[in-house]
């Protein structure tokens, strides 16, 4: 079973080790904050998009050639606080293009973007897309069209389309998320925890065979 296919290696194993944590009989395990789901993968993308160097890489090696393969030259790129905007400052800035965000919570965005504009939209990673639903919505709002594809670091709900278009990922596996109550980890006796506070503590993956 790979993780990651051929055309993903543009990440090393090193900073996939450190940024992807994956269930196997663990003490814990994630509580996404988004869904509010249980999820048996999740990508601290913290870890990659605090080494800029591996970000560019990635947008370099990765992001770039998709949007050249299907001619797209985007005025904006756009994402949503807080994981997003790493990403989003630096594909814009390699693709010449304008940066901007979307406020999810009140459900505007500031920034001065002209309904003729080619908008993107490139996100951290994808659980339930949510947030990325939201964030085509509030411009859609303003009149701005989002155009495909959506871009992110990594996708692990299998949604290959968010309202209409193409989703690309540079790392993905397919997860499986639980509502709390259908919960297999949950009922094997692990605790589900927000993934980023509790970081050091979950990549450790601690069995619940060596708790007592
Ligand atoms: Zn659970």
């Known amino acids: 079973m790979t993780l990651v296919s051929d055309e993903t290696m543009v990440i090393s194993k090193e900073i996939l080790d450190k940024a992807l944590w994956r269930y196997n009989n663990s003490r814990?395990?994630?509580?996404?904050?988004?869904?509010?789901?249980?999820?048996?993968?999740?990508?601290?993308?913290?870890?990659?998009?605090s080494d800029p160097e591996t970000l560019d890489k990635i947008i370099k090696d990765y992001f770039l050639p998709e949007l050249s393969?299907?001619?797209?030259?985007?005025?904006?790129?756009?994402?949503?606080?807080?994981?997003?905007?790493?990403?989003?400052?630096?594909?814009?800035?390699?693709?010449?293009?304008?940066?901007?965000?979307?406020?999810?919570?009140?459900?505007?965005?500031?920034?001065?973007?002209?309904?003729?504009?080619?908008?993107?939209?490139?996100?951290?990673?994808i659980y339930s897309g949510d947030s990325i639903r939201k964030t085509i919505e509030i411009l859609a709002k303003k009149g701005v069209k989002v155009i495909p594809p959506i871009l992110t670091?990594?996708?692990?709900?299998?949604?290959?389309?968010?309202?209409?278009?193409?989703?690309?990922?540079?790392?993905?596996?397919?997860?499986?998320?639980?509502?709390?109550k259908e919960c297999p980890m949950c009922k094997a006796g692990s605790r589900a925890v927000l993934p980023r506070p509790n970081w050091d503590e979950l990549i450790r993956n601690e069995s619940l065979d060596n708790s007592d």
């Open 69 to 125: 393969k299907r001619n797209i030259k985007p005025d904006w790129v756009v994402s949503y606080p807080p994981f997003g905007l790493a990403i989003a400052y630096s594909l814009a800035k390699a693709c010449k293009a304008r940066f901007g965000y979307v406020d999810l919570k009140e459900k505007i965005c500031n920034f001065e973007i002209r309904d003729t504009e080619k908008v993107i939209v490139v996100a951290d990673d």
């Open 153 to 180: 670091l990594g996708s692990f709900s299998g949604i290959w389309k968010i309202i209409e278009r193409e989703v690309v990922y540079a790392i993905t596996n397919k997860g499986n998320l639980f509502p709390e």
């Open 28 to 49: 814990l395990h994630v509580l996404t904050s988004e869904s509010g789901l249980h999820s048996d993968i999740y990508l601290n993308t913290d870890i990659i998009v």
